[in-house]
């Protein structure tokens, strides 16, 4: 069976394993000649923290930013892979079913991604791992092929 792959989404949260997902859809990009998306997750946790003053948003920012660049270094130099790159809320107090599972989901089939990379580790609570925690809704519902690393 072949794979016709143009567009990787890959959801990121700032956790280390991020990193490692994005290395993963870079490489999956350049093996199918395909496009690299980075969905950047925030938590409503660290939205709450922004509002409450207690976390700025030009840390949560640069993190971002971070990443960004880090996977920017990981794509070929001669520019075969296109990327680009979008947030997201993962959660909504108002939405019943704004849960970063779908909300990956509900970006992938916006974009018309043909394959989704998503963090899974085990929840530790930790405000920035908020991806890890959607892998098995991702994984469960996806109509795309998924890689869970």
């Known amino acids: 069976m072949t794979l016709d792959i143009d567009l990787v989404l890959v959801a990121v949260d700032g956790s280390d394993v991020s990193s490692r997902a994005t290395a993963c859809a870079v490489a999956l990009a350049e093996r199918y000649e395909a496009d690299v998306h980075l969905l950047h997750f925030?938590?409503?946790?660290?939205?709450?923290?922004?509002?409450?003053?207690?976390?700025?948003p030009e840390t949560i920012a640069q993190e971002q930013q971070t990443l960004t660049a880090a996977t920017q270094k990981e794509l070929p130099d001669d520019g075969s892979v296109e990327f680009t790159i979008s947030g997201a809320a993962g959660f909504s107090t108002t939405k019943l079913g704004q849960t970063p599972g779908f909300v990956i989901l509900d970006v992938a089939d916006e974009?018309?991604?043909?394959?989704?990379?998503?963090?899974?580790?085990?929840?530790?609570?930790?405000?920035?791992?908020?991806?890890?925690?959607?892998?098995?809704?991702?994984?469960?519902?996806?109509?795309?092929?998924?890689?869970?690393?």
């Not at 925030?42 to 700025?56: C, P």
């Not at 609570?125 to 991702?138: F, R, S, T, Y």
């Open 42 to 56: 925030v938590d409503n946790r660290v939205m709450q923290g922004i509002d409450a003053g207690d976390l700025s």
């Open 111 to 149: 974009l018309g991604a043909d394959f989704l990379v998503v963090p899974r580790e085990t929840p530790t609570g930790d405000p920035d791992e908020v991806v890890g925690k959607a892998a098995l809704q991702v994984l469960e519902y996806a109509s795309q092929p998924v890689l869970s690393v």
